[in-house]
């Protein structure tokens, strides 16, 4: 038995609103975690809480499937069409009964692609 660890953690994505975009997040632990997506709200003072996902959205699906490799769990957030309300901190999360673990990504949304700096193209998916 082993605790949940991130294989693949999500990457930051930028994209325009309209945009087609997912998160992807890669698990493995024995057993076989429980993998959710929260999104994190961040209010006053430095409080933040989590909103399960996918909460009451029409426009944003988890998905979840075993593998590639035995004891592994990948995870999908796919939104379509991305909206400003979508920007934000996502939080992949991978529980089972030896503990847990987590990674993060941020999804910021611009009005236009020439908005993004190119800098970001260094591993950020569209």
């Known amino acids: 038995e082993q ?3 991130i294989v693949t953690p999500p990457k930051e994505i930028w994209n325009v609103t309209g945009a087609k975009i997912y998160l992807s997040c890669e698990v493995m632990g024995i057993p076989t975690p429980v993998l959710t997506w929260n999104k994190i709200i961040r209010g006053q003072y430095g409080v933040q809480r989590l909103e399960l996902l996918p909460g009451d959205r029409d426009n944003l699906a988890i998905q979840t499937r075993g593998g590639p490799e035995k004891h592994e769990v990948t995870g999908w957030v796919l939104i379509s069409p991305l909206s400003k309300e979508d920007a934000g901190e996502y939080e992949c999360h991978a529980s089972n009964s030896k503990g847990e673990a987590t990674a993060s990504a941020r999804i ?3 009005n236009a692609l ?3 700096p190119i800098t970001k193209d260094d591993g950020a998916e569209l």
């Open 3 to 5: 605790g949940p660890s």
């Open 114 to 116: 020439h908005e993004i």
């Open 108 to 110: 910021t949304v611009v």
